[in-house]
């Protein structure tokens, strides 16, 4: 069964540093994967989604990178500001059409 | 403005009164789903429907119904709730599976006492 993994449950890093956020998972076999961001009290919001046959995607500040074969994943945020101070999960799509999120980076941006 | 909307956001009930979530999109998505979000465990899957009258069991569907009779609406029914469907729960919709742009609802915390 698909598990996915977040390492560190919890960061807090003075601003302007860059960082990087882990993910893992156990099969190989996914039909794409996606990192999304949670603020307290609200829903998600998707950042970036990298389908199986990429191996990185960007926007603005952040960058995520997708390594099937060794079942990880990196999200990299390049000079944090405060307003990234928020959860970010990882999530992988399998091929039977569903969702598998794992537990989440709890991030604080210290000001 | 793209939109998921739930109702109730919030709402205190007690076992067995039979009870719905509801879910609206307004961008014509084919892709719909329903999650529960608990400490210690996250984000998980409940149901999910690629089309119209098509649904499927993610994974914790037992306790839960669904069903998708309009492309728009996607609602969350609890037959008999129980204390272990207290929960912060969320609906999402896509244009297809694992598609972007994916939308959430904010999330209705319900409390079965």
């Known amino acids: 069964k698909q598990e996915v993994t977040q390492i560190p449950a919890a960061l807090s890093v003075p601003e302007g540093e860059n960082l990087v956020l882990n993910c893992s998972f156990t099969?190989?076999?996914?039909?794409?994967l996606q990192w999304f961001r949670q603020d307290p009290g609200k829903g998600l919001t998707s950042l970036l989604l990298i389908q199986s046959s990429q191996r990185e995607q960007t926007s603005g500040r952040l960058n995520a990178s997708l390594d099937k074969s060794s079942g990880r994943s990196t999200l990299y945020i390049a000079a944090s500001q405060p307003g990234d101070s928020a959860t970010y999960l990882c999530?992988?799509?399998?091929?039977?059409?569903?969702?598998?999120f794992g537990k989440g980076t709890r991030l604080h941006i210290l000001p | 403005e793209a939109q998921v909307t739930q109702n109730p956001r919030y709402l205190i009930t007690v076992t067995g009164k039979k009870l719905t979530v509801t879910c609206s999109q307004n961008?014509?998505?084919?892709?719909m789903s329903w999650y529960r979000q608990d400490p210690g465990l996250g984000l998980r899957q409940i149901y999910y429907?690629?089309?119209?009258?098509?649904?499927d069991k993610g994974d914790v569907p037992e306790g839960y119904k669904v069903s998708r009779k309009e492309k728009r609406n996607f609602p969350l029914i609890l037959e008999s709730p129980s204390p272990n469907q207290t929960s912060l729960y969320f609906c999402?919709?896509?244009?297809?599976?694992?598609?972007?742009?994916?939308?959430f609802g904010d999330g209705t915390r319900l409390s079965i006492l």
């Open positions: 429907s690629m089309n119209v009258e098509v649904t």
């Open positions: 961008m014509n998505h084919e892709y």
């Open positions: 099969d190989s076999a996914i039909y794409n």
């Open positions: 999530a992988v799509w399998l091929w039977d059409d569903k969702i598998i």
């Open positions: 999402a919709s896509s244009p297809g599976q694992g598609e972007q742009p994916q939308h």
